[in-house]
């Protein structure tokens, strides 16, 4: 009986390996919808305590250093545009839309960090790299351009960060049937000048303790070991 019950464990692990390579990743538009499908969440970074810079534009290609990711971006061709964190007056001062009275991450054609004359170009291609692979993230986004869209790529799917106002504060969730260790936003439209851009507050749920892991794993196990001597 021994060999059967391995056999069916090593059947249904592949059957998950195969489940697992047509994963897919839900988009949610709302925090408390992204909520109630994960759970609590902590904040993964915030730009202003832990780990992390002050405020100040970043050096392109380099990899930039938080609490729980890092971030790097680069430059689209013929682009000069800044990334960096900043404070909520240089954004609003940039023809930005500040999200909250706190330090953001930033990015556009208007210089935030020295306010001289706008940059050239389209939008950089910011990659976030996660310390430690997620299922779920979210973050609240500041759209303050009428003309311009921004993309999230992950995992192959790339998704739209857009909605029914043409400029907007708003949040945007992902959760994914598999890990994801990274991300890149891009421009995806551009009509003009690009307007200063913002991101903060970026969250993930929650992990469960290791324990209700393998209490959750173990329960599992049984309920499939049932079914199997039914048969």
Same mark, same amino acid.
Not at 13 to 22: C, E, K, M, Q, V
Not at 122 to 130: M, V
């Given at each position: 009986m021994k060999p059967q019950?391995?056999?069916?464990?090593?059947?249904?692990?592949?059957?998950?390996?195969?489940?697992?390579?047509l994963a897919a990743t839900t988009q949610y538009f709302d925090?408390?919808?992204?909520?109630?499908?994960?759970?609590?969440?902590?904040? =993964?970074?915030?730009?202003?305590? #832990?780990? +992390? *810079? %002050?405020?100040?534009?970043?050096?392109?290609?380099?990899?930039? &250093? @938080?609490?729980?990711?890092s971030i790097t971006y680069n430059d689209a061709p013929s682009s000069l545009q800044t990334v960096g964190v900043a404070t909520p007056a240089q954004i609003d001062a940039a023809s930005g839309t500040s999200i909250n009275a706190t330090n953001q991450l930033s990015w556009g054609e208007e210089?935030?960090?020295? =306010?001289?004359?706008?940059?050239? #170009?389209? +939008? *950089? %291609?910011?990659?976030?790299t996660f310390d430690t692979a997620l299922? &779920? @993230?979210?973050?609240?986004?500041?759209?303050?351009?009428?003309t311009d869209t921004y993309e999230i790529t992950l995992g192959g799917e790339t998704f739209l960060l857009d909605n029914a106002s043409s400029t907007?504060?708003?949040?945007?969730?992902?959760v994914s049937d598999v890990a994801i260790s990274s991300?890149?936003?891009?421009?995806?439209?551009?009509? #003009?000048?690009?307007?200063?851009f913002a991101l903060d507050?970026?969250?993930a749920?929650?992990?469960?303790?290791?324990?209700?892991?393998?209490?959750?794993?173990?329960?599992?196990g049984l309920g499939s070991l049932r079914r199997f001597k039914r048969s």
């Amino acid at each position: 009986m021994k060999p059967q019950i391995l056999c069916f464990v090593a059947a249904m692990a592949i059957g998950t390996s195969a489940n697992t390579a047509l994963a897919a990743t839900t988009q949610y538009f709302d925090f408390a919808t992204f909520t109630s499908a994960v759970g609590p969440v902590k904040v =993964l970074e915030d730009f202003d305590t #832990g780990v +992390g *810079p %002050a405020p100040g534009p970043f050096s392109a290609g380099v990899p930039v &250093a @938080f609490d729980e990711l890092s971030i790097t971006y680069n430059d689209a061709p013929s682009s000069l545009q800044t990334v960096g964190v900043a404070t909520p007056a240089q954004i609003d001062a940039a023809s930005g839309t500040s999200i909250n009275a706190t330090n953001q991450l930033s990015w556009g054609e208007e210089d935030q960090f020295s =306010l001289g004359s706008p940059f050239d #170009g389209d +939008g *950089p %291609a910011i990659t976030f790299t996660f310390d430690t692979a997620l299922t &779920a @993230f979210g973050f609240d986004f500041s759209d303050s351009d009428s003309t311009d869209t921004y993309e999230i790529t992950l995992g192959g799917e790339t998704f739209l960060l857009d909605n029914a106002s043409s400029t907007f504060i708003g949040f945007f969730g992902f959760v994914s049937d598999v890990a994801i260790s990274s991300f890149v936003l891009t421009q995806a439209t551009t009509g #003009g000048i690009t307007e200063t851009f913002a991101l903060d507050n970026i969250v993930a749920p929650i992990p469960l303790p290791a324990s209700i892991v393998l209490l959750l794993a173990g329960l599992g196990g049984l309920g499939s070991l049932r079914r199997f001597k039914r048969s």
